[in-house]
């Protein structure tokens, strides 16, 4: 079953009844995770070069690694472009089988004597090509909003002036750490959906953290992530979208879907939490600073009802992840899990058990104790 | 009683003739302008008509004959729907509601009827599935 299909078996039999019925529990999401890349490798060429500076359709890629290896960022923007191409669109016309142009500079060695090259490209050429995304499938979001005069351009939208509309991003019920809440089922090797494809969970995810207060079950805060990896020949632009989020850059829309296995009752509870009981914070992000105030909280449901209550004045809301994309993600993970195309797979380590998760000061080096 | 909205293009020659005060007087009709803007190719107005189905065909017709082009507003907004993840990024932008989250599928609609033209709701479109074609 899916998470959202679960609840209603949880509310009229029990979790411990459920429990016995149910072994998988199915979730998804679709939604814009900027912490997202590619790694590729190219082949090598006649005569060999090791690549100093690579672009691919315009758009920089990091090869600070081996002669051509390189990893094509999310976020990263074509050159002279004004925000209207980026990595992230890279990544999406890979898919779709696109020809791209490869252009690589170098300053030449023994060993590599080529200085420069310009060829095209595609996804079947590359020997590797791999997502590998530090940072996805964050349990729990913030709300946003803008108390200003002006509109405001965010990585959470279009935020209009006078608290003009709120925006989200969480498929809640339906979003895989909402379901799993302390991770004893998602770890390190656990198999997953992943932009179509099949991928795996590598590692924690960067800023994971433990600390928030937990309602419900569920941290009321941004807390854990997942860094994920999959083969990207085997994806689907129908999972993975190149987004422009207007006046802030390049993000990529990815879909992600993890199997829960139904370990016992508690277990179960946990894969029946719904929306009305998922709590998000409130922030004005008109405020520049890393630590705002929540200025107060709201369940998914009340968000997905499309208004909230803020200071006595009805305001919009938007959500910025797909629930419909995440729902399709929970069935066909559900799919394949029953045909027997997907195998759950046991984590080989546990992610942490506490965390926190560190601002960055300004310091100097003698302020630094060691 | 019928709502329509259409763009109403004039050429610098037709300019000084005093046409939304002929369709108020003449046919009886309620007129919204949603939108106006001149330049050097002449005037343009993107505009709700608000009357009997007969006497805005008929008032459509005046327009016509004057020499203004006039073109039905839906248009010239358009969603691709391959593109379109149904997020619902456009719901709680969209001052005339012309998108809607539909209750069973959440997949989002878009009510071309509803829509003004306003075209705020194309930047707000991260994956690009928003078009906007008037002026």
Known sequence: MTAEEV???????????????????????????CSSGAFLNFGHSEPPIKMQKVWLNGVPAYTGVAAVDAYIGATELKEEDNMHYGGAHVIEDLISGEVLS?????YGTDCYPRREIETSITLDMMNQ??????????QNYAVATNSTDRILFTYMGKLLPNYGNATFSSAGQLSPLMNDPKCRTIGIGTRIFLGGGVGYVSWEGTQFSTT?????????RPSRSIAVIGDLKKMSTEYIRALTLHGYGISLAVGLGVPIPILDEEMMES?????????????????????RKVLTEVSYAELRSGHIELFGKDVKTSSLSSYYKARQIANELKKSIEKGTFLLSEPVQALPSEKSSKPLEIRSKEGVKI | MTKRKFLMSFTPSIVNEPITFRMVKDFDLMLNILRAGVDERGGKLVIEIEGKPSQIKKGVGYLESSGVEVKELNEYVSKDEDRCTSCGACISICP????????????????????IACGLCIDVCSPNAMKLEIW
């Open chain 1, 129 to 138: 090509a791999y997502l590998f995304n530090p940072r996805n499938a964050y």
């Open chain 1, 271 to 291: 894969v029946a939490i719904r929306d009305e009981d998922i709590f998000a914070p409130v922030f004005d992000y008109s405020v520049q600073s890393r630590s």
């Open chain 2, 96 to 115: 005339a509601e012309a998108f809607e989250m539909l209750k069973e599928t959440y997949k989002v609609e878009f009510h071309k009827d509803r829509c």
């Open chain 1, 102 to 106: 490869l252009k690589a500079t170098s």
């Open chain 1, 7 to 33: 609840i209603d078996l949880v509310e009229s039999r029990g979790a411990k009844e459920a429990a016995k019925e149910v072994d998988v529990v199915t979730t998804g999401t679709f939604g814009a995770m």
């Open chain 1, 212 to 220: 928030a207060p937990v309602k419900n079950g569920v941290p009321t």
